[in-house]
């Protein structure tokens, strides 16, 4: 086991390490705010980081299994690749931007742009995600277990969400979609692989594209 | 980028090294503003009034210095940096009259009862120990770290800005609307030292507060009237107040122990704080206006 207290080293040591071949488990103690913690994980490292983070933690991840004991600040796992991303606290704004793949488990609240123009990453929010959450998204699912700020899914592609709670609204060209079997079966294996058991998929409404606006057509001019 | 933190102590201890722990939180944001830092620290005085002023050289302070001894009696001077408090029986009204007419070319930084600003250009960290300040103490305060993106580099254009007795302003974000706001608000009266987009919402302020407005309803009408991005905080005479724009892309954080109440652009200031590790932590949501005063109130503030 490797173990990074960054009261006393620089995150640049631990990120060296987590971009390097030997793989295993790596703790990490007083995170204090600092920024790109635990960037650029390359393999199947095992990370656990105690405290609050600042922006950018888990940026680019590629197969790493990242948890934080603690809230994270802004830019969580922004364009995660692959692996896992699993905070216990709160995340802040444009969590999982514009991620590929992977999974981002968020305990608490995520804030607005959460899964901005996302590609293809998985994010389920126990808590509510504020407002332009899923803004552009293209590929992946959002499940929020809670509300949904204004303006949800706005101008989005195929991206799609599953909201349990309220939407405050939909942004252009979101609607509400039917909950099929397959999509039942997606959501469930995202609870599943969340570790949500006290909702069920009857529980979520389920939301996506209008398909009006992105291709581009002179009649919407005004909507773009 | 600009940098802000604000500290409310709870505890004797904190009020105690106030300076010391808002000067650690300030060093953490230079990064997010290396040109310039400012503070405005509150504290109970020894009289009816507190009143800021500045000048870059150490002559004219000496002259103000021995000039406010001589108009009245009863005067106390600090003097740190380029500042000068003057404490005294009169009303703040009447020592900015008499620095107004006396000295025209100071600065007059804050007037209030228990309100001083500090602010210079220069890295936040040579500000806090050119300052010296740990050595102050209070109940509150609020600091700024600036990374100007609108005008000048200079001392004026510096935050905090005051916004009338014992109320200031710091600012992370831009306003685009300014230009014209402030053509408004010079036919109403209000003075501005700077072409500074922030001193624009500062004399916002200060104009709606001057009209009979609650901080809180001051605060409700900017958001209709200020265009732009912004996280404002606002000390008042016993705590501060947070606003964010409804777009929200500046950062703000909040937190409270037994000990303390902070709110800062980033955690990593926060994390400067004894028990920060355990503190309840939260985000500001966008628009709403968030009040400090010994308890988080929904009331009116000031």
Known sequence: MNTFDLSDNPVRELNQHLHGAVTGKVVVSNAGGKHSVAVGATGAHEVEINGNVGYYCAGMNCDANIQVNGHAGPGLAENMMSGRVHVSGNASQYCAATAHGGLVVIDGDASSRCGISMKGVDIVVKGSVGHMSAFMAQKGHLVVCGDAGEALGDSIYEAQLYVGGKVESLGADCEEKEMRAEHKETLQSLLDAAGINDMTVDDFKRYGSARKLYHFNIDNASSY | ?302
């Open chain 2, 1 to 302: 980028m600009c940098g802000i933190v604000g500290l409310y102590a709870k505890t004797d201890s904190i009020r105690q090294n106030l300076g010391k722990h808002v000067g650690a939180m300030l060093e953490q944001m230079g990064e997010r503003g290396p040109d310039s830092a400012g503070v405005a620290f509150y504290a109970d005085g020894v009289g009816a009034s507190k009143v800021t002023v500045q000048h870059d050289s150490a002559d004219q302070i000496d002259a103000v210095a021995q000039s406010v001894q001589k108009a009245f009696s009863g005067v106390q001077l600090k003097r740190r940096g380029t500042h000068l408090v003057i404490e005294s029986p009169e009303t703040p009204a009447a020592m900015e009259d008499w620095v107004r007419e006396s000295f025209p070319d100071l600065r007059l930084m804050s007037a209030g009862e228990r309100i001083e600003i500090y602010k210079e250009k220069g890295h936040p960290s040579e500000f806090v120990n050119n300052y010296a300040l740990h050595e102050i103490s209070g109940s509150h305060a609020l600091a700024h770290t600036r990374m100007a993106t609108e005008s000048a580099i200079t001392t004026s254009h510096s935050h905090p800005f005051s916004t009338g007795l014992d109320l200031c302003l710091v600012h992370n974000g831009s306003l685009s609307n300014h230009n014209r706001l402030r053509e408004k608000l010079l036919r109403a009266g209000i003075r501005f030292e700077t072409d500074n987009d922030s001193e624009v919402a500062a004399g916002y302020l200060t104009w709606r507060l001057s009209q009979g407005d609650s901080l809180r309803q001051a605060l409700a009408a900017a958001i209709r009237d200020l265009d732009g991005f912004y996280t404002f905080a606002i000390g008042t005479r016993d705590g501060f107040a947070v606003l964010r724009d409804p777009v929200a892309c500046k950062p703000a954080v909040l937190a409270e122990t037994d000990d303390w109440v902070a709110m800062s652009s980033e955690f990593r200031a926060i994390a400067q704080l004894p028990g920060a590790e355990n503190a309840r932590v939260w985000e500001p949501v966008p628009a709403q206006i968030y009040t400090w005063e010994g308890e988080m109130r929904d009331g009116v503030a000031a």
